[in-house]
């Protein structure tokens, strides 16, 4: 009996240690999985907030996780889905407002100089809004959804962390800004009565974004909006100029009440400046097709397609910059770094990896990201892109700087290492001269470089000891 007692008391103490060793793996992994969940939320930007919500259509915004760094501009990034036949109602913002029309067509109007400029917008067209220009978007494809991405970088605060709209057009649902003043204000700066004041400041209800559909019954708001769009420019830009013409009030009688004190209503919105020659004026601000422009580099692995102050002048400015990447399957925008900007990147298509370091030299971040996705990659951070093996990768994307960055790239033919390879790199790396040389030089591809093959293809091919390999700590991760 003593026996079996004592193999029973070491079989307990053993299950007893088994457990304890369980707990403490799976407590190990927890708190891996922690950190490297906390590092992935410095650079995937997963806060993402609906800011509108209408049968009509949703606006969504990503705030930047920059508080880790400081003097990092605030940029956020939009989205925004409309509806077939809808309007986003005019309103300006408190930021710089850069659109990329990923999917559709749209029609932007919008303030320039005192000037309703209107730009018809399709797909890869990038377009700027200065902030505090009031502005109006319309989805004019038929039967399409509009899809717009957008940067909207704040230049001042004013007690609020992100960006803020003030509705020019609204009721009840937005409030126009100009429902804020007192009725007997409003209606001696509009020269109308009070009840007519109250009436247009409460009949708007459908939200920011509504629908212009004709099936909506008379009475819908959007009936006013509906009318004012489907005029002809110049009968628009007629409107706006006659609506500022007090003395001729008389003569608009004839029209329905409500349209009649909205034109009133634009009249002191937009001014008495207006004016609808020459609409292609080389002086008005343009859009810029992001599709359009020949890539700035290419190969059978991919390019890439940068757009700065140079190439659209209206990005002066704003200080943004744009780019597009395209990568085949399996194939890897070489290590780099952005020495003047940080870099805002959203998924467009396929799915792929990005790798991050740390300035001490340690893995960052090593995560998938797919269609939709939002990362950021902070000035100087090394990283790359790395497409997955089942189709192609595209992501685009805005950087802080609108002028020509210069990514120093720290793997390939146009690297880093290439310029300076010699006996000083090479004591760095405590490897021979000749080492280096071959290492260096086994990559002839440059930028965007090809599918990796097996560490045996390698070590065979390149004839190097296999210690020389993982020398290069960068080399070694891939």
């Known amino acids: 009996m003593g026996r079996i007692a004592s193999a029973l008391l070491l079989l307990v103490l053993a299950l007893c240690c088994a457990v304890a060793m369980v707990k403490g793996y799976n407590h190990h992994e927890s708190g891996e999985g922690g950190e490297r969940r906390e590092r992935e939320r410095m650079f995937l930007l997963r806060d993402m907030k609906r800011i509108v919500r209408t049968d009509a259509g949703e606006m969504k915004v990503v705030r930047s996780s920059h508080g880790w760094i400081s003097d990092m501009p605030n940029i956020h990034v939009g989205f925004v889905t409309m509806e077939p036949d809808s309007l986003f109602v005019p309103q300006y913002l408190d930021s710089d407002l850069i659109l990329f029309i990923r999917r559709g067509e749209a029609r932007v109007g919008s303030l320039y100089r005192d000037e309703l400029i209107e730009k018809r917008l399709n797909c890869g067209d990038v377009y700027r809004i200065p902030a505090g220009s ?15 991405i957008c940067s909207m970088e704040k230049f001042d605060s004013i007690g609020w962390g992100t960006f803020r709209s003030f509705f020019i057009g609204g009721g009840s649902n937005p409030t126009s800004i100009l429902a804020g ?43 006013v909006w509906t009318q004012f769009l489907e005029m002809k420019h110049y009968e628009r830009v007629k409107c706006l100029k006659r609506m500022v013409q007090v003395h001729e009030e008389a003569n608009e009688q004839d029209e329905e009440p409500i349209m009649w004190l909205f034109r009133k209503l634009l009249g002191s919105v937009f001014g008495n400046q207006v004016s609808g020659k020459d609409e292609e004026r080389s002086s008005r601000p343009d859009s810029y097709n992001l599709f359009d422009r020949k890539p700035d580099f290419e190969n059978d692995y991919g390019s890439s397609v940068t757009v700065d102050q140079s190439a659209y002048s209206p990005l002066r400015q704003s200080g943004v910059g744009l780019y597009l990447v395209n990568l085949t399957a399996g194939s890897m925008m070489a290590p780099h770094l952005n020495p003047t900007a940080t870099e805002y990147g959203i998924v467009l298509r396929g ?41 192609p990768f595209e992501f685009f994307g805005f950087t802080t700087s609108a002028r020509r960055n210069r990514p120093q790239f720290l793997v390939g033919s146009n690297s880093v290492l290439q310029s300076m390879k010699g006996p000083a790199l090479a004591a760095a790396f405590g490897v021979s001269e000749e080492r280096l040389e071959r290492i ?39």
């Open 351 to 391: 799915s792929g990896r990005i790798q991050v370091v740390f300035p001490n030299g340690t893995l960052a971040m090593n995560a998938k990201v797919s269609e939709g996705d939002v990362f950021m990659i902070p000035r100087y951070f090394p990283f790359c892109q790395i497409a997955s093996h089942s189709g």
């Open 181 to 223: 003043f007192e009725r007997s204000t409003l209606s001696t700066a509009l020269n109308v009565s009070e009840s007519q004041v109250s009436q247009i400041m409460t009949r708007q209800k459908s939200g920011p974004i509504i629908s212009l559909s004709n099936s909506h019954s008379d009475s819908h708001p959007s009936r």
């Open 440 to 478: 260096v030089n086994a990559q002839s591809e440059s930028t965007i470089l090809p599918s990796g093959s097996s560490e045996e293809e390698k070590v065979k091919n390149e004839r190097i000891e296999p210690e020389a390999i993982w020398s290069f700590g960068f080399l070694s991760n891939k």
């Open 134 to 148: 009031t502005f109006y978007l319309v989805n004019t494809a038929d039967g399409q959804q509009l899809h717009v």
